[in-house]
């Protein structure tokens, strides 16, 4: 074993022992998962064929569920091909590009090799007998770059809609409101200018070269089981009105700010009335995006950084320093971290210009203090500090759950983006330099994450995924529907009766705390 190995094994030691100590101490610390490191569980070969049968049959009733409904609505976009040279219908087309997310293809032509071998085919004709051949890439590309594939994420947000409607997730929510998280992400770089609405950039060291990229801002909806579900995707774009000048300094383009205002228009277009608190990080800490929340009756908690609205943070440590008796401090021992909040309420910030616009807010500080094993193997406490902006008033009643239960699972969102992108589903891949068709595979893999989050969140299939992790779970189902014999007749029985949408419940997002 090489000393770096056995330096990190020594260190993971002392980290456990450290713990087991503050535990005894009556520190507690947030469960953790790891796979467990044992045989397979089957002892014989007719054992693991009823495992395999019925995690297959399981899975395939989430997707008889929510599959029919959405691919009929799907049916109905507006074709712009020929219909004499149509060989695939419109239903075929779209469930054979959520199928090649759901299957997690790392590409067109891997697609293309995986996808269409007879087994596979013949199995998925008992659920969607319409589906004669697999179509080849290249068709579903050529289809992309023509229809209106914005149609494709108002299928999915009608899909999400009804679960909404139907309280698929009334027992996921917080204080019955929905959190949103919103965040941008650069999703592919090239340096070939294949579309006017990709956005530029110049290339450091290079004069007069440039980059160009995709820019994505994504809302996600978070629920307190651990999903996190695609929401609403804003392309930033040039448009017409963003022309090129010579002058790079008067260069214009579409931004994240400007594309949060797009989203709040469009997320009060589809969810008027549904009750929202949004997590934004620091870029938001604005007047007019408070404002946009205020007039929408959505809540929020924002990211404050140390330099941003400065004028707020000198009102807010005034308070706070004028607060001897300390009715605005609270502190506390949450998941092995010793708290310490304190918050200042009813801010007047003051934005704009002319005639200044005002807006009410409150602001929280959080510093936190934990103890873990350095590279050395010592013993070092860690300090951080975190601040937000509310739009409810703070107080000791609500500091945790504001804070600790609501405004830090915005992280959760950026686990999505990193799970999107290095763990299957290929984000960074754009499968089409074509604008149309890009967009369009983009919201075919949200479809497909969303899926996917409801069979490994079903409360049938939870132990499973304990037990082999969440993308070898999802590899399993590939590979059985690519090479196992099923009974036709037993699979149209699922279709027929897929039963309910039953999601599992986790404890540990109300964890408990300890009140200094």
């Known amino acids: 074993m090489s000393e770096a190995k056995l330096s990190r094994v020594e260190r993971r030691r002392k980290q456990r022992e450290l713990r087991e100590q503050q535990k005894k101490q009556g520190k507690q610390y947030p469960p953790t998962f790891t796979l467990p490191n044992r045989k397979c569980q089957s002892d014989t070969v007719e054992e693991e064929k009823e495992d395999i049968q019925y995690t297959t049959e399981e899975q395939l009733k989430v997707y008889g569920k929510l599959l029919p409904g959405l691919l009929r609505k799907l049916a109905q976009v507006p074709d712009p091909r020929n219909p004499k040279k149509i060989k695939h219908q419109m239903r075929v087309m779209m469930f054979y590009g959520i199928l090649m997310f759901v299957f997690q293809m ?37 289809l992309l770059e023509e229809m209106d594939v914005a149609e494709i994420e108002t299928s999915y947000i009608d899909l999400l809609r ?19 998280a919103v965040d941008g992400t650069q999703k592919y770089v090239m340096n070939q200018c294949w579309d006017e609405r990709y956005l530029r950039r110049k290339i450091r060291g290079k004069d007069g070269e440039y980059q160009y990229y995709t820019y994505v801002l994504e809302a996600v909806l978070i629920l307190s089981n651990g999903m996190v579900l695609p929401l609403l995707s804003i392309f930033l774009e040039n448009s017409a009105e963003l022309e090129a000048v010579e002058n790079d300094e008067e260069w214009k383009q579409d931004c994240e700010l400007k594309a949060f205002y797009r989203l709040a228009k469009r997320l009060k277009q589809e969810f008027p009335k549904l009750s929202l608190t949004l997590l934004l990080d620091g870029l938001y800490a604005k007047g007019p995006v408070m404002e946009i929340c205020h ?21 807010a440590e005034g308070l706070i320093r004028l607060d001897t008796q300390r009715e605005y401090w609270h502190e506390q021992r949450w998941r092995g971290r010793q708290q310490t909040f304190r918050w200042a309420n009813g ?21 936190e203090s934990w103890e873990e094993i350095d590279k050395k193997g010592d013993v070092v406490t860690k300090t951080g500090r975190h601040a937000w902006i509310s ?5 000791r009643k609500n500091i945790h759950e504001r804070c600790n239960l609501i405004a ?19 984000y960074e891949h754009i499968f089409s330099h074509n604008w149309h068709a890009m967009q369009g595979y983009h919201y075919l893999m949200h479809i497909a ?9 079903s409360i049938s299939l939870t132990e499973q995924v304990k037990e082999v992790g969440i993308q070898k779970f999802i590899k399993n189902f590939c590979i059985v529907m690519k090479h196992r014999e099923f009974d036709p007749k037993q699979l149209w029985r699922l279709v027929e009766s897929p039963g309910q949408l039953r999601l599992a419940y986790e404890e540990n997002w109300k964890t408990s705390r300890s009140v200094a």
């Open 391 to 395: 739009s409810s008033p703070i107080s």
């Open 449 to 457: 994450r969303m899926l996917n989050e409801l069979v490994l969140h």
């Open 162 to 180: 009804k679960l909404i409607r139907k309280k698929k997730f009334q027992n996921f929510l917080h204080q019955k409101r929905y959190l949103v």
């Open 295 to 315: 007039k929408n009756k959505w809540e929020f908690m924002i990211v404050l950084k140390d330099k941003s609205l400065s004028t707020v943070w000198e009102e």
């Open 347 to 367: 801010i007047e910030y003051e934005y704009g210009i002319g005639k200044p616009k005002i807006q009410t807010i409150h602001m929280v500080t959080c510093e």
């Open 408 to 426: 830090r699972k915005r992280w959760l969102h950026e686990n999505n983006i990193l799970k999107e992108k290095h763990q299957g589903y290929n």
């Open 106 to 142: 790392t590409s067109r032509r891997n697609t293309n090799q995986e996808m269409t071998t007879p087994q596979l085919l013949e199995n998925l004709k008992v659920l969607f007998p319409e589906l004669t051949e697999m179509p080849h890439q290249d068709t579903l590309c050529r």
